[in-house]
């Protein structure tokens, strides 16, 4: 039996290959080999799969990231910034979720508050760091465009030429 977990993985999968529209109770019950009674013992429906899996997005592809570049408080920040770097552009070699989810976000109200959600996160997140490294925080926004800006390109940007781009900009002059 697949757990809450499982589905919700399969989720993200199945999203990033084929869009939000193959999002389906069929289609993810054949991705696991499993019945629609195993889905409905986890979910009350796909209403109700949708907030999680949402949830869950927010959780592994931004929350986890920033908990555990914190797990050393006590880091510099330019420390905490290059690890962060490091996890998400190790992660970031496929990029379609990413774009999924944002074209997912323009046609539907609550993912598209998620996703602003989980922005407004990253942004602020990289804007403190830049801000401990008394430089303005705008140099956040600028990372953070190169990462969404690199994934959104086509062809999508290499993670080594994303890994050169973020190094670039993380050695920008204090102001």
Do not use: N
């Amino acid at each position: 039996m697949a757990s809450r977990q499982d589905w919700l993985t399969a989720g993200l999968e199945i999203l990033a290959a084929k869009g939000a529209p193959a999002l389906t109770v069929d289609r993810l019950t054949a991705r696991l080999g499993l019945t629609k009674g195993s889905f409905y013992h986890h979910f009350a429906g796909m209403a109700g799969y949708r907030t999680a899996l949402l949830a869950h997005f927010e959780a592994e592809c931004t929350t986890r990231f920033i908990d555990q570049v914190e797990s050393e408080p006590d880091a510099p920040a330019d420390r905490r910034l290059r690890r962060l770097g490091e996890l998400v552009l190790a992660e970031h070699g496929t990029p379609a979720l990413e774009i999924a989810m944002r074209a997912w976000a323009l046609q539907d109200a609550e993912v598209r508050a998620v996703q602003e959600r989980v922005d407004r996160t990253r942004v602020d997140y990289l804007r403190g760091l830049q801000r401990q490294l008394g430089r303005a925080p705008e140099i956040g926004d600028l990372v953070y465009l190169v990462l969404v800006g690199g994934s959104h390109v086509v062809p999508a940007l290499e993670p080594a030429q994303l890994s050169h781009l973020w190094d670039l900009v993380l050695e920008g002059e204090k102001p």
